[in-house]
């Protein structure tokens, strides 16, 4: 900890005026300085002015998280799971970062756009925003390497020019170019922690590396570090690429370059890989059940921030009702809404559920076998190497699982549109559906819908039978699917039997539709698994609330 020359009180980094302040006598101090001083005072310690510092070390007693901080102060409370509290409390010697950019957005600034952030959401949960809730955004440093990729050499590429035509033949000329290419690139940053997903840390970029400072551990007082555990190699060929392409579009737009249509391809050699940490706040929410985790993130150097927002349902289905009465009584203007027009809702509303579903189920199976994270997917890939045996088995199974479902897909802002246009839109696609229905009754004659009637009602019957059963024997697995499916299913079976009263059509229509309604509750809560994560298991890392 460090402590005031003049009280001896404990200091903390203020972001608005860049040094440590004491909240006693506020004096306020250089942090260069301050580290001078301490090591002035520690000279026997040759380790810790060589490349380490000492530091406080905290584990949380349910996920595992190891927690870095300069103060003396008990840790209460794990940031990334929000179970746990922080013990065993450690003196440790840790190896100095080369750079530190220090917090300029205070925690109160960080409040204020979190919650307007929220607030912009208009379907997040009201206990997002809660006073409780936001007080717990705490500031810790990340860790960062930053690249330097360089290139000294010969590039050599093709262009050709148009020359001259000749009848319907069109001539053009080749040409070789050659340029000698002297240039570097600097400043390429990428997360060296597995525990910081790298959408959130991609969306919060980028930082100012211009503003770095050489690293002094008085820059933590007040905040908790987080360690690297991933070596420089897992994102290095990655930020290559970003050096490659920047260089690649500056050399293209020369005129020459231009003239002969040529796009130069320049490689790029990494000259220096550093260590830094990067200032973020952070902020885990839980959602009702307790058993999952919401994250949103700070830049604590810029204020850009990156939230994982689910859905009130509630306030989804209120939304979707006030917008879909104005539109259904003016669409009632047009269309008349009967027997027909009943069927041909509960069908679509039946087939958008399922497609949605489907795709959710991909999506989902991606994000819990962490297969969207890079970090993660080295991390599993270390563990798959010490693995015996048995556990090697196990892990090949679950790699050839996540390779077979890194499928394209919607983005989660792309669902909600989905699931809202859902049911404020399909009016429109009655009149289509209309002619559908009778295209479809003059296809199929009566002796045709009987043993299409058979069929459907042994498919209904399966169907019903086999989802009863996967929910007795595994209540875990999700059979979400099959109401879309069942929906589906009644309706064919009316198509087939088409008895004379119409109540039996507003029934089944009704039963169908109400169906597709208990499956887009499930798509709801789909997405909302989409928007958390996991509680951390023992691998995870932690914060702490007093940060």
């Not at 530091?55 to 927690?67: D, M, N, P, Q, T």
């Not at 079976?493 to 208990?518: E, G, H, K, N, Q």
Request: glycine residues 4%; aromatic residues 10%; positive net charge.
């Amino acid at each position: 900890m460090y402590k005031c020359p003049a009280c001896g009180a404990g200091l903390t980094f203020d972001p608005k005026s860049q040094q440590l302040l004491c909240l006693s006598c506020r004096n306020k101090y250089d942090p260069e300085d301050v580290e001078n001083m301490k090591l002035d005072q520690a000279k026997e310690n040759a380790e810790l002015a060589k490349g380490s510092y000492e530091a406080v070390a905290y584990k949380c007693s349910h996920c595992g998280a190891e927690l870095i901080t300069t103060d003396e102060t008990i840790t209460t409370f794990c940031s990334f799971c929000r179970v746990g509290t922080m013990l065993d409390r450690k003196v440790v010697i840790k190896r100095k970062p080369d750079y530190i950019i220090p917090f300029l957005i205070t925690k109160e600034e960080c409040e204020q756009i979190y919650v307007k952030r929220i607030k912009k959401a208009l379907l997040a949960p009201k206990s997002m925003i809660d006073t409780q809730e936001v007080n717990k955004i705490r500031g810790i440093y990340m860790p960062y390497w930053i690249y330097t990729f360089e290139r000294n050499g010969e590039v050599n590429t093709s262009g050709k020019k148009y020359s001259h035509r000749s009848g319907d033949y069109v001539y053009y000329d080749d040409y070789s170019l050659s340029t000698h290419v002297k240039a570097k690139v600097q400043g390429i940053t990428h997360d060296a922690t597995s525990s910081f997903w790298d959408r959130l840390s991609e969306t919060i970029a980028p930082y100012s590396v211009s503003k770095k400072k050489i690293f002094s551990p008085a820059y933590l007082s007040g905040f908790y570090a987080d360690n690297e555990d991933l070596d420089k190699n897992v994102y290095s060929e990655d930020c290559e690429q970003v050096a490659e392409n920047h260089i690649s579009n500056k050399l293209g737009k020369d005129k020459v370059y231009s003239k002969y249509g040529a796009k130069p391809g320049v490689k790029m050699e990494e000259a220096n890989t550093e260590l830094a940490l990067f200032p973020v706040y952070y902020l885990a929410t839980k959602n009702r059940t307790g058993d999952r985790i919401s994250y949103a993130v700070i830049n604590g150097q810029t204020g850009k921030i990156a939230a994982d927002i689910p859905i009130d349902f509630k306030k989804l289905a209120l939304v979707a009702l006030v917008l879909a009465i104005p539109i259904f009584v003016l669409l009632n203007f047009l269309f008349t809404f009967n027997m027909p027009t009943m069927m041909i809702i509960s069908i679509l509303f039946n087939i958008v559920s399922l497609c949605l579903l489907i795709h959710q189920n991909k999506k989902i199976t991606i994000r819990e076998n962490e297969a969207d994270d890079k970090g993660l997917q080295h991390k599993i890939a270390i563990e798959k190497a010490t693995a015996n045996d048995e556990q090697q088995s196990s892990l090949d199974e679950k790699e050839k699982t996540d390779k077979k479902n890194k499928t394209k897909t919607i983005s989660r802002t792309g669902q909600l549109v989905i699931i809202i246009l859902m049911f404020i839109f399909l009016p429109i696609m009655l009149e289509v559906g209309i002619v559908a229905f009778s295209i479809f009754t003059a296809i199929f004659p009566t002796s045709a819908n009987l043993i299409l009637l058979g069929v459907g009602i042994i498919a209904l019957i399966s169907a019903i039978t086999w989802m009863i059963i996967r929910k007795t024997k595994h209540p875990e697995k999700d059979t979400s699917i099959y109401k879309p499916i069942i929906g589906l299913m009644l309706t064919a079976a009316l198509f087939c039997i088409r008895p004379a009263s119409d109540i039996y059509y507003y029934v089944t229509s009704f039963a169908s539709i109400a169906l597709s309604i208990i499956s887009f509750k499930n798509t709801v809560n789909k997405y909302n698994i989409l928007t958390s994560r996991k509680l951390p298991g023992l691998e995870k890392r932690g914060g702490d609330e007093n940060a």
